[in-house]
T-cell receptor, first 118, second 114 residues
Framework: AQKVTQAQTEISVVEKEDVTLDCVYETRDTTYYLFWYKQPPSGELVFLIRRNSFDEQNEISGRYSWNFQKSTSSFNFTITASQVVDSAVYFCALSEAEYGGSQGNLIFGKGTKLSVKP | DGGITQSPKYLFRKEGQNVTLSCEQNLNHDAMYWYRQDPGQGLRLIYYSQIVNDFQKGDIAEGYSVSREKKESFPLTVTSAQKNPTAFYLC?????????????FGQGTRLTVV
């Protein structure tokens, strides 16, 4: 069965520290997509990144970087030099190409609440 | 500005009453979704629609109903049959509902049963 696990429920860091948010997934499909979303206190989810199952290159966008490893079924997210504005709940999600009638539907992890203190 | 508008932001309902949550998008997206979020939980899919006049049940559809009469609108009705309706509800849309397209979310409606 497909599943997304974010084992870290809450993380608290001090500004300028680096922090890594873990995401482990399970899927029976060979073609799938992984996503990260940010949910600030305002409530709406903001898309951060999409990665397909055939592209294992790491990606960097400013202070954000993502490490995708198929061998360990992980898609971890690192924030370098964290800032107070990074405080939010972060969700990892999986979308499968072949599974039943839910193509395109996102399977979410439970989220990790990140608090960055000044 | 293009986006998804959910209303109201906060909603209070008495037990036994039906209530409808509004979701409108002006992104010209074909697919729309409703998710429920409970504290400490991820988002769970209630209903989704990939085209006008068609919709499918998600993982937790019991006690909910939807309609998709217009491309831009996907209202969700929380019926009295929903045993525990207090939650945060998020509406989303994507271009075509395919697995490689990101979803865009509204700001959510917080429903409280009193």
């Amino acid at each position: 069965a497909q599943k997304v696990t974010q084992a870290q429920t809450e993380i608290s860091v001090v500004e300028k520290e680096d922090v890594t948010l873990d995401c482990v997934y399970e899927t029976r499909d060979t073609t799938y997509y992984l996503f990260w979303y940010k949910q600030p206190p305002s409530g709406e989810l903001v898309f951060l990144i999409r990665r397909n199952s055939f592209d294992e290159q790491n990606e960097i966008s400013g202070r954000y970087s993502w490490n995708f490893q198929k061998s360990t079924s992980s898609f971890n997210f690192t924030i370098t030099a964290s800032q107070v504005v990074d405080s939010a709940v972060y969700f990892c999600a999986l979308s499968e190409a072949e599974y039943g009638g839910s193509q395109g539907n996102l399977i979410f992890g439970k989220g990790t609440k990140l608090s960055v203190k000044p | 500005d293009g986006g998804i508008t959910q209303s109201p932001k906060y909603l209070f309902r008495k037990e036994g009453q039906n209530v409808t949550l509004s979701c409108e998008q002006n992104l010209n997206h074909d697919a729309m979704y409703w998710y429920r979020q409970d504290p400490g939980q991820g988002l769970r899919l209630i209903y989704y629609s990939q085209i006008v006049n068609d919709f499918q049940k998600g993982d937790i559809a019991e006690g909910y109903s939807v309609s998709r009469e217009k491309k831009e609108s996907f209202p969700l009705t929380v019926t009295s049959a929903q045993k525990n309706p207090t939650a945060f509800y998020l509406c989303a849309s994507s271009i075509d509902g395919s697995e490689n397209t990101e979803a865009f979310f509204g700001q959510g409606t917080r429903l409280t049963v009193v």
